[in-house]
């Protein structure tokens, strides 16, 4: 028994001599590749997690930025303030988030009274769309239409002759750029009853079948009805690939979700095309009148020639 004990002992002296060490994990072959999968899956979360985090004390700031501009509007005497927090605001929100600035700037707009309504609301309406190609179609309509001035009256009152000219272009830019837009959102293939969209709108889609209503967020891996997606976080499910497959499967929802929103709205805004044509014609009917300036700027931004055509025979003098 003694000889077989030698023998063992004689044995593992020989194998920690040769440098021989026992099979961890990390040299089965699959296993520190998954490893490596899942701490960047979780550095990925906690990206996610600070984006969030971000996020949200930057909504916080909106809000209350918000907030104290609805206070001040809503004061008779404050206008002065209005202004010089306005003025602050956009200073501070222009390098932040073009479209939180945008809402700041409508806020302001919004909260401007009658008798100082017809050039600050065009100046503050103007700041608010210096980014409008990054704004949601939404709230790039709401902010060229607070740009709107009601009569030929009001322009006399409030503009000289030089000074009308110079705000007739730059307002007109702006309504015509919006109305570029909505041509080229609107998707003449798509079923908004239905929420049918044309391939080329879904292919690049993986997740997303057209048909899928945008309210529906995708369920999570392994359920197909009873529970919305928007309640399940994704770091709760275990199985990487799983996890991975139902965050990206959230962020197409997110998308399909953002471009249905902006179909709708552009097809909605396509139906107010009389009302934008009549007051394109009643801007250049106010003198001092620029026709060679309407004229550049229909062969710029309106590709419909019969458009053209209605907003020229629209035109007329004030």
């Known amino acids: 028994m ?3 004990f030698a023998r063992i002992e004689q044995h593992t002296v020989l194998l920690l001599l040769c440098g021989i060490t026992l099979i961890g994990d990390d040299d089965i072959p699959g296993k520190q590749k998954s490893l490596s999968q899942d701490n ?6 906690q990206e996610r997690l600070q984006e969030d985090m971000d996020k949200r004390e930057l909504e916080t700031e909106f809000r209350r930025d918000r907030n104290q501009l609805g206070r001040i509007s809503q004061a008779l005497e404050e206008f ?5 927090l ?4 956009h200073v501070k929100w222009s390098e932040l988030d073009p479209t939180l600035h945008a809402e700041l700037m409508l806020e302001v707009v919004r909260g401007i009274r009658p008798e100082y309504a017809v050039p600050w609301k065009q100046h503050y309406a103007a700041r608010g769309l210096q980014q409008a190609a990054e ?3 939404r709230l790039n309509a709401q902010l060229v239409e607070q740009m709107r001035i009601p009569s030929s009256k009001m322009v006399r009152e409030h503009f000289t002759p030089d000074e009308w000219s110079e705000r007739r272009k730059e307002q007109m830019r702006h309504w015509f750029r919006l109305y570029r837009r909505i041509n080229a959102t609107v998707d003449p293939k798509w079923d908004d009853d239905d929420f049918k969209w044309s391939q080329d709108v879904t292919k690049d889609f993986k997740h997303i ?3 899928w209503p945008p309210q529906m967020p995708p369920f999570p891996p392994g359920l197909t009805e009873g529970i919305s997606g928007t309640r399940v976080p994704p770091e709760s499910i275990e199985d990487p690939k799983a996890r991975q497959a139902y965050i990206e499967a959230l962020e197409e929802h997110r998308l399909y979700k953002q471009k249905w929103l902006e179909l709708s709205r552009a097809r ?3 139906t107010r095309f009389p009302s934008m044509e009549r007051y394109i014609a009643f801007v250049y009917g106010c003198p001092p009148y620029n026709d060679d300036q309407l004229q550049a700027f229909l062969d710029a931004y309106v590709e419909d ?6 907003i020229l025979q629209r035109l007329s003098r004030h």
């Not at 002065?80 to 010089?84: D, I, K, S, Y």
């Open 135 to 137: 704004l949601p179609l």
């Open 80 to 84: 002065p303030r209005l202004t010089e």
């Open 2 to 4: 003694s000889c077989i």
């Open 86 to 89: 306005a003025d602050a605001l």
């Open 305 to 310: 020639e019969a458009a053209r055509e209605r």
């Open 209 to 211: 079948k057209p048909g």
């Open 268 to 270: 909605t805004l396509q």
């Open 40 to 45: 960047q899956n979780t550095q990925s979360q």
